[in-house]
């Protein structure tokens, strides 16, 4: 396999791996389907994948700049990148087990939508210290175009994770299961910790 189909596909990974957990913005972005509509769910989820494909184009450009420093660092980058990823899908799981406040619902607009969800996302420093930690760890990309496929891997698969959210929280039209939503969230959690041990402990 080629070095730029290699990183598309860890993009994809990458991408399901910090959209899968049903934290804060997903039951939001479920909720909002369930409240407003499909237009709104729709806007919404493109407003998260924004900020996952902005945040991840960030992490390479800056992972690419300082790889001279970190390459000269030996295998500690690779250790510390993996610990955060691990230590995040644990506070995931750890946050499983707290309660969700409900907020009132409000009918918006696919525009006010987008906005909302894209802020809110924004502001969540996890999804960039996720991106840095994971690219500060990855071996040779195949220059440039394999940052984009990287990068393009991770948005597209954000977009089809919070796109189906959207779907099926609007189609169905009522709240999904108390039990079939925290699995959702421990798979998720789940795939983010064992990426971050892949991370650590594959050169």
Do not use: H
């Not at 993996?82 to 230590?87: E, H, P, Q, S």
């Amino acid at each position: 396999m080629d070095p730029v189909t290699a990183s598309g596909l860890a993009g994809v990974a990458a991408g399901f791996a910090i959209a899968m957990p049903l934290g804060a913005i997903g039951v939001l972005l479920l909720r909002e389907g369930m409240t407003n509509g499909r237009r709104s769910a729709v806007a919404g989820a493109a407003g998260v994948a924004t900020i996952d494909t902005l945040y991840c184009t960030a992490a390479i450009v800056a992972g690419a700049a300082a790889a001279p420093a970190i390459r000269s660092w030996g295998a500690w980058p690779r250790y510390l990148a993996g610990a955060i990823l691990v230590v995040l899908g644990i506070q995931q799981l750890l946050a499983l087990r707290r309660p969700r406040g409900e907020a009132p619902p409000t009918r918006t607009s696919g525009r006010s939508a987008y906005l909302k969800f894209f802020a809110l996302t924004a502001i969540n420093p996890a999804t960039l210290i996720y991106f840095l930690a994971l690219a500060s760890a990855l071996p040779d990309t195949g220059g440039p175009w394999g940052g984009i496929a990287f990068t393009v891997g991770a948005g597209l698969a954000s977009l089809s994770w919070q796109l189906g959210l959207a779907l099926v929280s609007s189609g169905a039209k009522a709240v999904l299961p108390e039990r079939a939503s925290g699995w959702l969230g421990v798979i998720g959690s789940a795939v983010v910790i064992v990426l971050g041990l892949g991370v650590a402990f594959t050169g």
